[in-house]
């Protein structure tokens, strides 16, 4: 277990962890306010869905896509901090940064292609239904089934209770992270916040639409005008 040493300084200033997550949340909600408040109804949603179950989905879709943005930049965050916490330890350089922006659009680009692929199966195996394929929509998904995988496994149980699996991804920096309460309790709330987020947009996408007597828009059924099975 690691033990707490006064002696050793913080990897990083307090503010850092608790700022950067900002930043990374900051970017991702306004990225989806800007794409959620472009986005207009086409043809075929029109066709799938009746008037109230339009706006019953478009009313809850707003809450889904927070959950997609939050998850996104708390993904995001994950990603970045053993990178700055490094650049604190040797310093930044120019190939440093670009290696933690690759990172970042890396991670977040193969969960999107994992959701995407995802997508794609479910719409061979099950035709008669709509898969959303809105890159807002895949990116979304990717980050917040990643991000939830991800904080199962930095919180997996080992030689130190609750922080083996981060030490194990990070290395050496994720074991001095821990001895940093400011980055541990960052690290800890993003983890929270992918988890919350993927419970808020299963239960705005699939659950209230169920309540309130429509389907979930992705099982909108082709050609049914009031987007239900019966």
Known sequence: M?????STPPVVPGYVPFALLLVFEAVAVLAAVLVFVGRRLDASDALLLCPRCARLHERTEAFARAADAVAVGALAFLVALP???????SGFTFPGMVLATSAVAAVVAIAAEADFLARAAAARLWPRFTWSAEPA???????RWFGVLLAL???????????AGIGALFGGVGKRLFVDLPSTWTVFAAAAMLVIAAIVALVARWLVPLVFNSLPATLAVRRNLHGTSA
């Open 2 to 6: 690691l033990a707490l040493d006064p």
């Open 83 to 89: 990178f700055v916490a490094a650049g604190y330890e």
């Open 137 to 143: 929509r895949i990116i979304g998904g990717g980050a």
């Open 153 to 163: 496994y930095l919180f997996a149980p080992g030689v130190a209770p609750g922080h």
